[in-house]
């Protein structure tokens, strides 16, 4: 399973989901242009000393990761505040790739057009959306539950 950011605006939320997916043992794919210089300070204060354990993939354009991902296969699951399918409802397997979009806008509609899957979290009414880092978290945490792919614990 990996973890895709579609073009994200804020360092500290990127450092953040770089630390999980180190700590998970899951790959990252940063699809540009980020809203920041990705080795911005803040975003390794968040990451902390983790960066250098994740496996991470820039990839310049939207373009060249769909590239990528055809050549990796396995499906692309978008997280969506428009998506009809509960998360947890959801049946995951080892090679998805979860994707997470701009904390600022989300993802354009020919990237919403191109996941396999649509997923939300459900929130209670007039909420509109939780922090990416933590939305990444917890779907995150559903897919590897399913899939028994947490990390084996000493």
């Not at 540009?32 to 250098?52: I, N, Q, S, T, W």
């Not at 310049?60 to 998506?83: H, M």
């Not at 559903?142 to 614990?153: I, K």
Request: net charge negative; glycine share 10%; with cysteine.
């Amino acid at each position: 399973m990996r973890l895709a950011l579609f073009q994200p605006d804020i360092p500290q939320n990127t450092g953040t989901l770089l630390r999980l997916a180190a700590c998970m043992g899951i790959g990252v794919d940063i699809i540009e242009p980020c809203g920041f210089v990705l080795d911005d300070k803040r975003m390794r204060r968040a990451g902390m000393d983790y960066l250098h354990r994740v496996d991470l993939i820039r990839h310049n354009s939207w373009d060249s990761f769909v590239a990528a991902k055809k050549e990796a296969g396995g499906r692309l699951i978008l997280l969506s505040t428009k998506a009809a399918h509960i998360y947890t409802d959801f049946t995951y397997a080892k090679d998805d790739t979860l994707l997470l979009g701009r904390e600022s806008e989300g993802v354009p509609q020919h990237v919403h057009d191109h996941a396999d899957e649509r997923l939300i979290i459900p929130m209670a009414q007039g909420m509109r959306s939780i922090n990416v880092a933590i939305s990444g978290a917890m779907v995150l945490g559903e897919g590897l539950r399913q899939t028994g792919d947490f990390p084996a614990y000493p």
